[in-house]
Nanobody, 125 residues
């Protein structure tokens, strides 16, 4: 069993900052990729940022709309991924979900996708 628990969402004024965290627990052998997605009301879930494996400086990828404002990072020792969000805009308002690709056992090389429960981010104008 694997659980992802998110924290750090809230209400902030435009131009402000928030930092999201997502910690994984349970039966974990290795976490391959980590990422953040978001879903605004009436819209499809979209990718915000991803970070690959390879130490704490895994390669990163960002949606064009957040590039230069958001930073994704990971702490492998804590099985945690972060999303630092600066210069927030009202259009960043959404429920943010973390996602991790996890190998649960050394004996079985299967990688499964897990999602957090979502955390609301609201940016007021």
């Amino acid at each position: 069993q694997v659980q992802l628990v998110e924290s750090g969402g809230g209400l902030v004024q435009a131009g402000g900052s928030l930092r999201l965290s997502c910690a994984a627990s349970g039966s974990i052998f290795s976490i391959k990729a980590m990422g953040w997605y978001r879903q605004a009301p009436g819209k499809q879930r979209e990718l915000v940022a991803t970070i690959a494996s390879g130490g704490s400086d895994g390669s990163t990828n960002y949606a064009t709309s957040v590039k230069g404002r958001f930073t994704i990072s990971r702490d492998n020792a804590k099985n945690t991924v972060y999303l630092q969000m600066n210069s927030l805009k009202p259009e960043d308002t959404a429920v943010y979900y973390c996602n991790m690709a996890i190998q649960r056992s050394n004996a079985a090389p299967y990688v499964y996708s897990y999602w957090g429960q979502g955390t609301q981010v609201t940016v007021s104008s």
